[in-house]
């Protein structure tokens, strides 16, 4: 059988599972469609999690930014396992033992103020489609490469998948169905990494593979390393950002990993404090299956790019290479006229290539914007996961499964995303503040309604995404560090903190944050193009400046609450009710 | 309400807990993997250099380990100060 073949029967088959699973879980009452009816074991919440957190980013992108970047990919692996330390440790349980249905919910009560909960509502929102965005273009574009449709029709078939098992299970259906997801995804990212780590090194595991000695005797990443520095890129295990970039990076990644609301929300499901302990620990675990496997799939595939196409005949190159070429995702211009392939540091193509309709001397795509620097070869990133069984010459269905894969990744993050955003909006906005009285029933169809606007406008986004859209996605993280992740590790641990320190430093941390991402990023204030890295404030990037954020979040909010009066006795009451685990009871409703 | 001697004793030994499990958190992750890294990759691993093994691997299975660590540590907090459930 064809890939093609063995990509509708994998991807149809795991369809099919997901509906048959968000129809068997549909939900009935409030509770249900929030959170699950608060009765999910600790292994399955664990495995719905790592679903809901692995995106198309993780499984698609991740690993071939990496196989780019070399060792300043460690601030993805680092900063998004190393923030579930932090979650298990300072918020799931607290949050756990506090009982309620929405991260708002905790802002609202803890800090017995309306305001504070909408600001922690309007910080859910911004952080929630910021990310939902560019899940929904992952979306289409793994739909229109696989299924060979435009990205539009990919796109629209993705809102129609997740709508369907959002709408008919909210929390209850999309946890159980993410509970298949992770199978899906984790068994196809799995196996290519096992195949090739045997081809490359013998070893069956690629964890300790990508450490490994390849045929003729040298250890894999020494090769790698000597191959980067003949063709003047730097050392694969040496970084170009600064030590300081890295740093900040990597804690703004944790801390936003810990405050993202739909990860949260996901601890609200289990049954009690010790079982949201122990579902952390089982996501950590889960993630880090892939999260392990992601570099060593980031070497092997760098290593196989680089001793396929280097100084090779364009005309002797294999197919894969022309079928991503006629994508657009590989472009080549013959700079020194010999029909081999230079490809050494530096830009082919001045941003990304534009391909005029002719072909040269050797049936190559021309490009129109050449940029004068010596390299020749333009490799899109996110190839790296998607090509590197063709690269490897596995066998069809293989190729097939990744496919199936991305797609779990993809919709299993973006439903739990869309969740999160209806909830905001049914329970947090309508519900506590416009219609205190509205029904139980009333409440669930105004959830599935606002999921129904939330999926039609992430659909907008990923249809036509502004152009900032993709650059923002990143930055997602930097927002709910420097909003949220503050206001609830103080909400907790700071017993003195009030109202006061935490609406103004939630304010002035998302604002702040908000302001250096569209000056850095948009060029939207001030001057049209984004400013220079040079003009970075303490040389931080846009994607680290979440510390930074975050840093000055925590001392407003301390130096305020310090001037202003100590929260009331009951609210006191709280805190110290939720440091104690036992007597949780259920997720319930005031 | 006052707060029962209980309750402080608990929170007190937990903090001392996640004090003791952040500061390995840091220590593998941002010390290891990043602020010395260029001073352990002069030592290796099999083919890994080291600083760029915990980067990339280590501090992950760190990450796991510590995770666990902490669930067993609490559960047994939680009987010892009668917070045990089931």
């Not at chain 1, 020194?336 to 530096?346: L, R, S």
């Not at chain 1, 001045?350 to 391909?355: D, H, L, V």
């Not at chain 1, 010596?374 to 063709?390: C, F, G, K, S």
Request: glycine letters at 10%; hydrophobic letters at 50%; proline letters at 4%.
């Amino acid at each position: 059988m064809d890939v093609q073949i063995w990509t509708w029967l994998l991807v149809g088959v795991s369809f099919a599972l997901y509906f048959g699973i968000a129809i068997w879980a549909r939900a009935g009452s409030t509770k249900e469609f929030y959170v699950a009816g608060g009765g999910v074991s600790p292994l399955a919440n664990g495995m719905a999690t790592a679903a809901d957190w692995m995106s198309a980013a993780s499984f698609i992108s991740m690993a071939g930014i990496i196989s780019f970047a070399g060792y300043d990919g460690s601030v993805y692996l680092m900063g998004w396992t190393g923030g579930y330390v932090l979650l298990a440790l300072l918020l799931a349980p607290y949050l756990r033992k506090f009982g309620k249905f929405t991260v708002p919910d905790f802002i609202g009560d803890r800090y017995y103020s309306n305001t504070a909960r909408t600001v922690a509502v309007i910080c859910a929102l911004i952080v929630s489609f910021t990310y939902v965005a560019g899940q929904m273009r992952g979306v289409g574009i793994v739909f229109s490469q696989f299924l060979q449709v435009e990205i539009t029709t990919g796109v629209i078939i993705g809102m129609a998948v997740v709508l369907v098992f959002a709408f008919l299970g909210g929390m209850k259906g999309i946890t159980y169905t993410q509970v298949a997801q992770y199978c899906v995804l984790i068994f196809a990212f799995m196996v290519p990494a096992i195949f090739i780590s045997i081809q490359m090194t013998g070893n069956i595991i690629p964890q300790i593979g990508m450490g490994g000695r390849v045929e003729d005797g040298t250890y894999l990443l020494q090769k790698l390393d000597n191959l980067h520095t003949q063709l003047g890129f730097k050392e694969y295990t040496e970084g170009t950002k600064s030590t300081w970039d890295v740093f900040a990076i990597t804690l703004a990644l944790m801390a936003g990993t810990a405050g993202l609301p739909h990860v949260i929300v996901r601890f609200f499901t289990v049954p009690n404090v010790k079982d949201a302990r122990k579902s952390a620990g089982w996501a950590l675990l889960l993630i880090a299956i892939l999260y392990t496997t992601a570099p060593a799939v980031s070497v092997f595939a760098r290593t196989n790019l680089i001793e396929t196409v280097s100084n090779q005949e364009y005309s002797s190159l294999p197919e894969w290479f022309k079928n991503w070429e006629n994508m657009g995702l590989i472009a080549w211009s013959d700079k020194n006229e010999d029909g081999k392939i230079q490809y050494v540091n530096g830009e082919a193509t001045s941003g990304k290539p534009e391909f005029t309709d002719t072909r040269g001397a050797y049936g190559e795509r021309l490009i129109s914007n050449a940029s004068p620097e010596t390299n020749e070869l333009y490799v899109d990133r996110d190839i790296m996961v998607l090509a590197n069984p063709e690269i490897a010459q596995l066998p069809a269905w293989v190729i097939a499964l990744v496919a199936a894969g991305g797609l779990a990744a993809a919709l299993s993050t973006a439903a739990g995303l869309l969740l999160v955003i209806s909830t905001s909006v049914s329970h947090d906005l309508i519900k506590k503040q416009l219609k205190p009285d509205i029904s139980d029933k009333g409440e669930l169809l105004a959830a599935r309604i606002s999921i129904f606007v939330a999926v039609v406008v992430a659909g907008l986004f990923g249809i036509y995404p502004p152009g900032f859209v993709a650059a923002v996605v990143a930055l997602a993280f930097g927002l709910a560090a420097a909003s949220f992740f503050p206001a609830i590790v103080l909400g907790i641990f700071d017993k003195r903190m009030n109202r006061q320190g935490a609406i103004s430093g939630m304010i002035v941390g998302i604002v702040l944050m908000l302001f250096y991402m569209i000056r850095f990023k948009t060029g939207l204030i001030g001057v049209l193009d984004p400013l220079p890295a040079s003009e970075w404030w303490f040389g931080t990037s846009p994607e680290g400046f979440g510390t930074v954020a975050m840093t000055v979040n925590v001392v407003i909010s301390v130096i305020v609450s310090r001037l202003t009066p100590a929260p009331p006795e009951d609210v006191q009451d709280i805190v110290e009710n939720i440091r104690i685990p036992s007597g949780a009871g259920e997720a319930h409703d005031h | 309400m006052p707060i029962p001697e209980n309750a402080r004793k608990y929170w007190r030994e937990n903090i001392k807990y996640l004090s003791i499990l952040l500061i390995i958190w840091f220590a593998v992750s941002f010390g290891c993997g990043i602020l010395f890294k260029d001073f352990l990759n002069r030592y290796s691993l099999g083919g890994f250099k080291l600083g760029f093994w915990f980067a990339q691997q280590g501090s992950i299975y760190v990450f796991v380990i510590l995770i666990f660590v902490y669930i067993r540590l609490m559960n047994k907090l939680d009987k010892k100060y009668g917070y045990n459930e089931k």
